[in-house]
């Protein structure tokens, strides 16, 4: 297949009330036409949805509301279709034409003291190749450390010996960055470590931000390029976006 894969990662801060119907809405215009709703109604160009998206923090009014309707009018297949369980929130991956969803599932991590899971999808590309796509949140603060390290290493297992690609909200901090020793490799790293893509969650009322969001890959992926689309008014996280050559 000789077009790239392109991929888009958002925490979509569901979890933050405020305003929530109005952000979740704006996400969805951001991803499947750049937010550019005057362009694509007067018939302007726009630039054309990512193939893959995975999203963090996502939640039931948001799903049903939200991303289940925009998605599907879009038409991306999506996993999970609605809550998991008795989850209070959870994350969600899509995939559209030419691209479809095959096989799906979600489990619960090892260690997890804030109940957080890997969900991932195979999806199949019109010449029968075949690719994994996870993504997940990490556990979260500073007392989430030793779960996080278990938690990397339990994709990095997930994704070895496979053509896979690992989309999400690691919440690693630099320092536990180190302590991993992964066979996955960082597409930002392999990227040169371009600044555009460095930090992608702030603090609130801080201008230094953290690279929690990553998109690692295994096997033949290769990426060819990365940035990030800040929207703070949306979340406290940037999408994170990449293109991948397969």
């Given amino acids: 297949m000789s077009e790239p894969l392109r991929v888009l990662t958002w925490n979509t801060d569901g979890l933050n009330t405020t305003r929530l119907g109005a952000r979740m809405e704006k996400i ?108 997940a949140h990490l556990e979260s603060l500073r007392s989430g450390h030793q779960p996080r390290l278990s938690q990397a290493a339990e994709i990095d297992e997930a994704m070895r010996g496979r053509d896979a690609i690992f989309l999400g909200d690691t919440n690693l901090r630099d320092a536990e960055t180190r302590e991993l020793a992964l066979e996955a490799r960082d597409a930002w790293a392999e990227l040169g470590g371009p600044k555009r893509a460095r930090d992608t969650w702030w603090p609130e009322e801080s201008d230094r931000g953290f690279r929690f969001d990553r998109v690692w890959l295994s096997g033949a992926p290769k990426p060819l390029s990365m940035k990030t689309r800040r929207r703070s008014k949306l979340s406290d996280h940037a999408a994170l976006e990449a293109t991948i050559q397969l």
């Fill in 28 to 135: 969805c215009l951001e991803i499947l036409i750049g937010g550019d709703l005057r362009a694509a109604l007067e018939g302007r160009p726009v630039p054309p949805p990512p193939h893959v998206v995975a999203l963090q923090e996502v939640v039931h009014v948001a799903m049903r509301g939200y991303f289940a309707k925009h998605l599907s009018a879009a038409g991306f297949s999506f996993y999970p279709e609605d809550r998991p369980g008795i989850s209070e929130y959870w994350e969600l991956l899509a995939v559209r034409p030419p691209w479809r969803l095959v096989h799906a599932e979600r489990r619960p991590f090892d260690f997890s003291p804030l109940g957080r899971a890997l969900t991932e999808i195979t999806i199949e590309g019109p010449d029968g190749r075949t690719l994994r796509v996870l993504t």
